[in-house]
């Protein structure tokens, strides 16, 4: 595969969890369509977390299973912000 230095992929990750979780996706959740974009959204990450996690050598299955998984915190926390932001 190609290498990601591994700061470099953690510092992004860590930023797109909190700026899409928290800003991005309860904005994208509430406009018509939004669902659709975060949905893609979602999909590009759980590719790019897996690229990155499988571009270290301890790669396992697990590894790359939990970082996929991993894409999953900013809709999780998208969908807690635009819920608390709503009422």
């Given amino acids: 595969m190609f290498g990601i230095p591994v700061a470099i992929s953690g510092a992004v990750t860590i930023a797109l969890i909190v700026v899409l979780g928290i800003f991005v996706y309860p904005l994208l959740l509430r406009r018509p369509g939004g669902r659709v974009l975060v949905t893609l959204a979602t999909v590009f990450l759980v590719g790019l977390f897996t690229a990155f ?3 270290t050598d301890d790669a396992s299955d697990l590894s790359i299973t ?12 998208g969908i807690i912000v635009a819920r608390l932001q709503s009422r």
């Fill in 53 to 55: 996690q499988g571009a």
């Fill in 66 to 77: 939990v970082a996929g998984l991993l894409a999953l915190a900013p809709l999780v926390a």
